[in-house]
């Protein structure tokens, strides 16, 4: 069974005009469609063939740089599309995730300038990322297409939320302005998506 392109919950021009219409579609299409391809191309024949990609990340080290550039590219950006939503219905943070981001992380304020902080520090590409670890929130990054999965990472968890702050997320808008790029992506985050991944992390 294959790896696929899963659908995009809503169109290329649905994020405007935080994140723009092509970026999306190149994005989508061209990036996300190549991870696709080139994990589908890296496993075959390998016991990894048959398992979820998300399997695939908790055992990275077992595997060659392919599966886990690719491997980690198709699981985060599948996360990517789920946790964004477009601005109208973004909401803010509710129910038990609130508290926990309260309890956690010192309030929402601090929570958005701690994650801004871990998106503007990674130097070159890579990810920003709530999780959950040990049953509390936590916030970190990884380099390229690593993730807290990974039993290769730094920082491990369970991501709830994840920003790409590879420069073809945003350079095609905001150029080399990653800061604006961050702050806009904080008006389209699908609070309701991200409070359903913490609900399922916490069991
Ligand atoms: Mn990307």
């Not at 609130?98 to 520090?121: P, R, S």
């Not at 070159?124 to 039993?151: E, F, H, R, Y």
Request: glycine share 8%; proline share 5%.
């Amino acid at each position: 069974m294959a790896f696929e392109l899963p659908l995009l919950p809503y169109a290329y021009d649905a994020l405007e005009p935080h994140i723009d219409a092509k970026t999306m579609e190149i994005h989508y299409s061209k990036h996300h469609q190549a991870y696709v391809t080139n994990l589908n191309n890296a496993v075959k024949g390998t016991d990894a063939e048959n398992m979820s990609v998300e399997d695939i990340c908790k055992n990275i080290s077992k595997y060659p740089a392919a599966v886990r550039n690719n491997g980690g590219g198709h699981y985060n950006h599948s996360l990517f599309w789920q946790i964004m939503t477009p601005a109208l219905n973004a909401g803010s943070p509710s129910g038990d995730l609130a508290k926990a981001i309260e309890t956690d992380l010192g309030g929402f304020e601090k929570f958005k300038t701690d994650f801004a902080a871990a998106g503007a520090t990674r130097f070159g590409s890579g990810w920003a990322w709530l999780c959950v670890k040990d049953g509390k929130l936590c916030i970190c990054s990884t380099p390229n297409q690593d993730n807290p999965l990974m039993d290769i990472a730094d920082c491990k968890g369970t991501p709830i939320l994840g920003m790409d702050v590879w420069e073809h997320a945003y350079y095609l808008h905001y150029q080399n302005r990653r800061p604006d790029y961050m702050t806009a992506f904080f008006n389209v985050i699908n609070w309701a998506k991200v409070g359903d991944l913490y609900t399922a992390a916490k069991k």
